[in-house]
Nanobody, 125 residues
C-alpha cells in the first residue's frame, strides 16, 4: 500500500507563487512515476507534470510549461511542484498520484493507481 500526502496549498494573489509537496510512503517500489494533477469545479481532472523517479526525467503539460516546475527529493520520497506566476484560472484542487509505466509517463489520470487527498489552491485576482 502506498500513501501520498500533499501539502502547501493555500490562498495566493495572482502573480504569486506556491510550492506543493507530495510525500510518498509505504510500498514505494510499486511505482516509478509521480504525477501532479488538478481539478477545478465543473472541470475534468487535468494533467500538469510528472517525474520518472529512476531517471529524474520530467514532463509537463503545455498549459503550465515555463511556470510550474516539478522536482524530487529522493531521500524524503517527496515530489514538489513549484508554481510561479499564478493566475486565477489555476484555482483548483491539486493532487499527486503514483503509477508504474514501462515507458515514459502517462498524462491520463486513469493510468495512476494511488492518489493523495488533494490540496486546495486558490488564486485571487
Amino acid at each position: 500500500q502506498v500513501q501520498l500526502v500533499e501539502s502547501g496549498g493555500g490562498l495566493v494573489q495572482a502573480g504569486g507563487s506556491l510550492r506543493l509537496s507530495c510525500a510518498a510512503s509505504g510500498r514505494t517500489f510499486s511505482w516509478n512515476v509521480i504525477g501532479w494533477f488538478r481539478q477545478a469545479p465543473g472541470k475534468e481532472r487535468e494533467f500538469l507534470a510528472a517525474i520518472k523517479w529512476s531517471s529524474g526525467n520530467v514532463y509537463y503539460a503545455d498549459s503550465v510549461k515555463g511556470r510550474f516546475t516539478i522536482s524530487r527529493d529522493n531521500d524524503k520520497n517527496t515530489v514538489y511542484l513549484q508554481m510561479n506566476s499564478l493566475k486565477s484560472e489555476d484555482t483548483a484542487v491539486y493532487s499527486c498520484a503514483t503509477g508504474f509505466f514501462s515507458f515514459g509517463y502517462n498524462a491520463s489520470p486513469r493510468g495512476y493507481t494511488t492518489w493523495g487527498q488533494g490540496t486546495q489552491v486558490t488564486v485571487s485576482s
